[in-house]
């Protein structure tokens, strides 16, 4: 299956924790100016969840000689001499990933990503009417942050969690400002609103090291294997499952995992939609709605 789409605990600022409180884990892939693509995805699951998972994870980290993961790293050839990757064969790389990725499934309780080629958020952001502009953000990352953030609003709404959650983000990442200016642009008033749908608390956030917060580094390899993804097998007019790499299938298949990969046309739909939404709020769009009516696709 594909969707394309203990009591109590201490967190680590030191406060009590509820029990089964939820953690986001999420990274990026794409941010710096060069690269084609803006990719937002994130791993959730309990508190403890999330501790089942490292006691899991540090004992294949020791086991196999590692000290930490990072997808971009461990893809790389040989020949650049990356440590400790560009000294495993083929048989290590795999059996090391499965392992990883097995616990991994076996701990999260979602995954969420959005990919979007950066030509087409340039090319159609500009046409909107402005408080659709500024409903996707001011550039690729912070849009792909803010779709991510409604597919965890409806996540949330379908499981029927009302709890409070906790977001963390990689504070090496390249789209902590984009990030920040989101949740500064929640009024004080809309908190309450923010709690509701997402489980965001004031300051419910936080930037921190992958190294040490290490579902950061599940969340990289999700990011990078959608990057992969988006680029080779999407906007190259393949089939989604089809020819999904062996690597990324394990992460999906059978999986709880929605994933958005938005092209030129569904961008279109999906900006279709929110005039919909926009009209029966009260907001007219007619001039965009017209022109998008005949620029989408038949």
């Known amino acids: 299956m594909f969707v394309s789409i203990p009591f109590s605990d201490f967190g680590a600022d030191g406060k009590d924790w509820l029990l089964a409180m939820y953690e986001m884990y999420t990274d990026d892939s794409g941010t710096h100016a060069g690269h084609p693509l803006a990719i937002a995805a994130c791993y959730i ?31 790389a050839k040989p020949e650049y001499q990356v440590e400790p990757y560009c000294h495993w064969d083929g048989e290590k790389k795999k059996r090391v990933y499965r392992r990883i990725v097995k616990a991994l499934n076996n701990n999260k309780r979602t995954g969420l990503g959005v990919g979007i080629p950066k030509d087409v958020f340039d090319k159609e952001v500009p046409k909107l009417p402005e408080p659709l502009k500024r409903k996707c953000g001011k550039n690729h990352y912070a849009f792909a942050v803010r779709i991510l ?3 965890v609003q409806r996540w949330r709404l379908e499981s029927g969690i009302t709890l409070p959650m906790k977001y963390f983000f990689d504070r090496m990442g390249k789209g902590k400002g984009e990030i ?52 080779n097998v999407i906007l190259a ?18 999986q709880e995992l929605r994933l958005g990969f938005l092209t030129e046309a569904n961008f279109k739909q999906t ?7 926009m009209k029966r709020k009260g907001v007219l769009a007619s001039d965009y709605e017209a022109n998008a009516k005949n620029e989408a696709p038949q």
């Open 180 to 231: 920040m200016s989101i949740w500064e642009d929640i009024e004080d008033h809309e908190w309450d609103d923010a709690l509701r749908k997402i489980g965001m608390e004031p300051k419910g956030y936080g930037f921190e090291d992958r190294k040490e917060f290490q579902p950061l580094q599940m969340a990289d390899i999700l990011a990078w294997q959608m990057n992969w993804h988006l680029r």
């Open 45 to 75: 699951s309990t508190k403890r969840g999330w501790d089942q998972f490292v006691h899991e994870y540090d004992s294949i980290r020791v086991s196999e000689g590692f000290d930490d993961f990072h997808m971009v790293d461990f893809a």
């Open 149 to 151: 953030m409604t597919m």
């Open 271 to 277: 900006i279709l939609w929110e005039i919909e939404a």
């Open 237 to 254: 007019g393949k089939d989604d499952k089809e020819d999904c790499h062996e690597n990324f299938f394990i992460l999906r298949n059978n």
